[in-house]
């Protein structure tokens, strides 16, 4: 599975924007889906996850601002992020194949750079 993550970009706080995951292969849709995010100097930081049958689960951090979602029958994954502080400026990464047991990751995408202005 190949992974693609979009629509980052340049934003004021307070402004919402949405995250795509483009994935590769029918796998895609048996896997659990994540998204995690990391700044300069810190290390990454788990955001949400959505699993195959659609549940979800978010970091406080993110809880109640943020929306995990996905459509299988395309291979996408989203994240909608609202009410953004200049906290949230980060690279953000989709993964996939959540391994519960061992919580590991076993795809990743590139980062798309999401960066707030105050």
């Known amino acids: 599975v190949q992974l693609q993550a979009s629509g980052g970009g340049l934003v004021q706080a307070g402004d919402s924007l949405r995250l795509s995951c483009k994935a590769s292969g029918h796998a895609f849709r048996s896997y659990t889906v994540g998204w995690f995010r990391q700044s300069p100097g810190k290390g990454r930081e788990f955001l949400a996850r959505i699993r195959q049958s659609g549940g979800t689960y978010y970091a406080n951090s993110v809880k109640g601002r943020f929306a995990i979602s996905r459509d299988n029958a395309k291979n996408m994954a989203y994240l909608q992020m609202n009410r953004l502080e200049p906290e949230d400026t980060a690279a953000y990464y989709c993964?996939?194949?959540?391994?519960?047991?061992?919580?590991?990751?076993?795809?990743w995408g590139q980062g798309t750079q999401v960066t707030v202005s105050s």
């Open positions: 993964t996939a194949q959540w391994n519960e047991a061992q919580d590991i990751w076993g795809y």
